[in-house]
């Protein structure tokens, strides 16, 4: 039976009330009576009607319909208005920067992409997430006023308190690049920065609902490879909200040894698996991909031709894909062993275009290895967020600040 956050009654903490409520509300799909909310609630019926009054004031959740159950009067239900509300995503990835728009749901309404500009200059920037962010928003013929926030997703390592880019390894010309309060002035919206294997996490457990698994790891496989982790229903961002780097984990590199980059037969993962050597050895191995790129939009469209092949089961695509899901399989067994975790989830930008042949590899190499210690299952699947996962999470990043409860707010401020 699936566990449900209970409410206070308490007059002063009427804004935690809201939370659980609605989040009740957004948790069920085919709506909710004002009985059935106070018993998944724990709230007594008088605070759920004065609740549910506000809210349908404030239009983010409608009565729609009744029910008879019974021998009592029919019960009116109430559904989430997802309309009436929305988050914008961003996600800065070294190739490009992906936005996207959510509503109370969690659909994506809208979405669009910018080259990722060069932080030389951080103003310039400012300008183009801002303007890009304009004009999604009005694209979509939203009223700003509905706009809940942004979330950003970027490369670590980040200064969540201050709100500062800090020097990702693959962006190298971005350095303490003041982005959650600059971009917060530029559009007016609150903002919140978070790291992208944990906003990846954020939006994996904010979509799942009272599906999401407690205890998950999830494997980001971007420019970089990362692991986001949950544990207890809550994202595990670490003393400086920098966890998740896993790249140096080192693991035998199986058919990508010996590749011409001269590397051993064991080696870190993050390097084995890094998607402008795997086009290099895809070239290598007589893949025509366009050539040995030079650049990270280079390699963006050369893992493009990467997934083509795969498509149309190049035995030499396939194989390479195969081998890769192995070795991010190999790492992640030191991670089911070290959490005791019984899900494993994957994603990332580079991940949607080699899953069909890296996914049972993956599994294979998992719930196979010789060296996983737990004795309960591993589930194995890959996200269906795509590949604006960290984007999407991003937004899930101001839903779940908005609509999850929290128990701390029930804490007295001095």
């Not at 700003?144 to 500062?164: H, K, N």
């Not at 982005?179 to 906003?199: F, I, N, Q, S």
């Not at 070239?283 to 083509?308: I, M, Q, S, T, Y």
């Not at 092949?309 to 030499?316: C, R, S």
Request: glycine share 12%.
């Amino acid at each position: 039976m699936a566990e449900h956050r209970r409410g206070a009654n308490l007059p002063s903490i009427g804004g935690f009330n809201r939370t659980v409520v609605l989040d009740a509300v957004r948790r069920s799909p085919d709506g909710l009576s004002r009985v059935e909310l106070a018993s998944r609630t724990g709230l007594s019926a008088q605070t759920v009607s004065n609740v549910t009054r506000f809210l349908i004031e404030a239009g983010m959740i409608a009565e729609s319909g009744t029910v008879v159950s019974g021998r009592g009067k029919p019960r009116t239900i109430l559904r989430l208005e997802a309309g009436s509300r929305y988050a914008v995503g961003v996600h800065v990835d070294p190739a490009v920067v992906t936005y996207v728009l959510l509503d109370l749901a969690g659909t994506v309404i809208a979405s669009s992409t910018t080259s990722t500009p060069t932080a030389d200059d951080p103003s310039e920037v400012v300008r183009t997430i801002a303007t890009s962010i304009d004009e999604l928003v009005s694209g979509a013929r939203v009223d700003v006023e509905a706009v809940l926030g942004v979330g950003i997703a970027s490369p670590g390592p980040i200064d969540v308190d201050a709100g500062v880019v800090l020097d990702p390894p693959f962006l190298p010309r971005w350095r303490d690049v003041p982005l959650r309060d600059a971009l917060a002035e530029a559009t007016g919206y609150p903002v919140l920065l978070e790291k992208d294997v944990t906003a990846a996490v954020v939006g994996e457990m904010f979509l799942a609902g009272e599906s999401s698994a407690r205890n998950f790891a999830f494997v980001y496989f971007g420019t970089g490879f990362g692991v986001g982790l949950a544990v207890d229903h809550e994202p595990v961002r670490g003393v400086g909200s920098n966890a998740g780097d896993a790249g140096h984990i080192m693991v035998d590199q199986l058919g990508l040894a010996g590749t011409p980059d001269g590397e051993g037969a064991r080696g870190e993962v993050g390097a084995a698996v890094a998607p402008d050597r795997l086009v290099h050895i895809a070239e290598a191995r007589g893949l025509a991909l366009g050539g040995a790129p030079a650049d990270v939009a280079a390699v963006d469209r050369a893992w493009d031709a990467l997934g083509a092949a795969i498509d149309a089961e190049d035995p030499v695509a396939v194989g390479l894909a195969a081998e890769a899901g192995a070795v991010m399989g190999n790492a992640v067994v030191l991670i089911v062993n070290l959490l005791d975790i019984d899900r494993v989830v994957f994603g990332g930008p580079f991940w949607s275009r080699i899953a069909s042949a890296a996914l049972p590899a993956a599994l294979a190499a998992i719930v196979d290895s010789p060296l996983l210690v737990p004795k309960h299952p591993v589930l194995v699947t890959e996200s269906g967020r795509g590949a604006d996962v960290a984007a999407v999470g991003a937004a899930c990043l101001v839903l779940d600040a908005a609509l999850s409860p929290r128990a701390s707010a029930l804490l007295i401020r001095r």
